[in-house]
C-alpha cells in the first residue's frame, strides 16, 4: 500500500502542477484583457477631452461671424444724439422754374462725443451753406426717389464729417453718422 500510494503521489504530483500553471495563465489573461480595456477607455476619454478643450475653427468663425452681425444691428438700432433743432432749408429745385423744396436735415453722432455737440452748433451757418449747395443741385427726380433722397443723405454726413476738425483740445471730436429729413416739402 505505501507503493501505491507513493505511485498515486507522484500521478497526483503533476496534474496539480499543470492545474495551478492554467489557472495562473488563466488569470494573466484576464488581467491583461482587463489592463486592456482600461487603457483604450482612458485613450477615448483623452480623446474627447482633447476634442472638447480645443474649439472648432468652423464654430470660433460662426461665433465671430454672430457676434459681428449683432455688433451690426446694435449700430443699426443704435440711437444716437441730434442736435437741438434741425437745420431748415428752403431751395430752388435745380432745372424746374417755380419749383421749390422746404425740408429740415437733422444730423445724429454718438452720444459719447460731447464735444461734437458743440461743434456742430458752433458750425450751423457753414452746414446750412453746403446743405443748401447739396439741396439745389438735385433735379426732381433724384428728390423724389428713395434712393435719391438716401444718396443726399449721405452725401451731406460726408460733407459735414469734411469740415470737422480731427481733434478739439487733444481729444479726438467724432464724427456725424446719420443724417435725417425731419420735413421734407416740394411745391
Do not use: H
Not at 495551478?20 to 486592456?36: E, Y
Not at 443748401?132 to 451731406?156: F, T, V, Y
Not at 460733407?159 to 479726438?172: F, H, M, R, S, T
Amino acid at each position: 500500500m505505501a507503493v501505491m500510494d507513493d505511485d498515486k503521489k507522484t500521478e497526483e504530483t503533476p496534474v496539480a502542477s499543470s492545474e495551478g500553471k492554467s489557472s495562473l495563465i488563466k488569470w494573466v489573461m484576464v488581467f491583461l484583457i482587463l489592463l486592456l480595456f482600461i487603457g483604450i477607455e482612458v485613450g477615448i476619454a483623452v480623446f474627447f477631452v482633447g476634442k472638447l478643450k480645443e474649439p472648432d475653427a468652423a464654430a470660433i468663425s460662426a461665433e465671430m461671424a454672430a457676434k459681428a452681425r449683432q455688433d451690426s444691428i446694435e449700430k443699426q438700432t443704435a440711437m444716437g444724439a441730434t442736435m437741438a433743432a434741425p437745420i431748415e432749408i428752403t431751395v430752388n429745385i435745380f432745372c424746374e422754374e417755380g419749383r421749390y423744396l422746404k425740408c429740415g436735415v437733422q444730423l445724429e453722432y454718438d452720444a459719447a462725443d460731447e464735444q461734437l455737440s458743440t461743434e456742430l452748433e458752433a458750425r450751423k451757418a457753414r452746414m446750412k451753406d453746403i446743405i443748401i449747395d447739396i439741396m439745389s443741385s438735385k433735379s426732381l427726380s433724384d428728390l423724389m426717389s428713395n434712393d435719391g433722397k438716401k444718396a443726399i443723405r449721405d452725401q451731406i454726413v460726408s460733407a459735414v464729417n469734411n469740415i470737422l476738425p480731427e481733434e478739439v483740445g487733444g481729444k479726438p471730436l467724432g464724427k456725424v453718422r446719420r443724417s435725417y429729413f425731419d420735413s421734407f416739402v416740394m411745391q
